[in-house]
T-cell receptor, first 105, second 114 residues
Framework: TQLLEQSPQFLSIQEGENLTVYCNSS?????LQWYRQEPGEGPVLLVT?????EVKKLKRLTFQFGDARKDSSLHITAAQPGDTGLYLC?????FGAGTRLTVKP | DAGVIQSPRHEVTEMGQEVTLRCKPI?????LFWYRQTMMRGLELLIY??????IDDSGMPEDRFSAKMPNASFSTLKIQPSEPRDSAVYFC?????WGSGELFFGEGSRLTVL
């Protein structure tokens, strides 16, 4: 049983489109992390969100932590092929199943 | 600075053989984690150490799996005897502060058990 549910499981879009992926749980977390993993490599930390309602921006990526600290979202603006990868959310060192994103040129 | 170093990167072995995976965490990191990743089950936490002491091994699938951390710069994950269903990518990660959730991963060890 996954403590963190991620959706969608797969997402294939064209370059330039916007997208949002979600991470939901019935548990409250003191913080959540988002990682990106590329084939043949380990996950790489993108961001940590700590405060309920917090919004963090990293260039074209916007991360939001839910008010109740049970869920989070990742929004990518004007996706590029370099954004392709597996996006994982994690809480208390446990990971969701991930969203596998493909951005086509 | 060197990241988390894992070896071997790839291992192919036959059912029943012993497998030992190795990890060197980032210097100064106090927590070390072993994960297993498969398509079916995703990234599963197997065991973690804080200051070289095993804290929670509830994720270790069976008694065939064991992990040790004899010092702050080295950890092993051993499978004996190995089975085909153990085939997966095994990741080691380290963290500066326990409970921060901010993990630094190695490149993984891809294990195939025939």
């Amino acid at each position: 049983t996954q403590l963190l549910e991620q959706s969608p499981q797969f997402l294939s879009i064209q370059e330039g489109e916007n997208l949002t992926v979600y991470c939901n749980s019935s548990s409250v977390f003191s913080s959540l992390q988002w990682y990106r993993q590329e084939p043949g490599e380990g996950p790489v930390l993108l961001v940590t969100v700590v405060t309920g309602g917090e919004v963090k921006k990293l260039k074209r990526l916007t991360f939001q932590f839910g008010d109740a600290r049970k869920d989070s979202s990742l929004h990518i603006t004007a996706a590029q092929p370099g954004d392709t990868g597996l996006y994982l959310c994690a809480g208390a060192e446990r990971f969701g199943a991930g969203t596998r994103l493909t951005v086509k040129p | 600075d060197a990241g988390v170093i894992q070896s071997p990167r790839h291992e192919v072995t036959e059912m029943g053989q012993e497998v030992t995976l190795r990890c060197k965490p980032i210097s100064g990191h106090n927590s070390l984690f072993w994960y297993r990743q498969t398509m079916m089950r995703g990234l599963e936490l197997l065991i973690y150490f804080n200051n070289n002491v095993p804290i929670d091994d509830s994720g270790m699938p069976e008694d065939r799996f064991s992990a040790k951390m004899p010092n702050a710069s080295f950890s092993t994950l051993k499978i004996q005897p190995s089975e085909p269903r153990d085939s997966a990518v095994y990741f080691c990660a380290s963290s500066l502060a326990w409970g921060s959730g901010e993990l630094f991963f190695g490149e993984g060890s891809r294990l195939t058990v025939l």
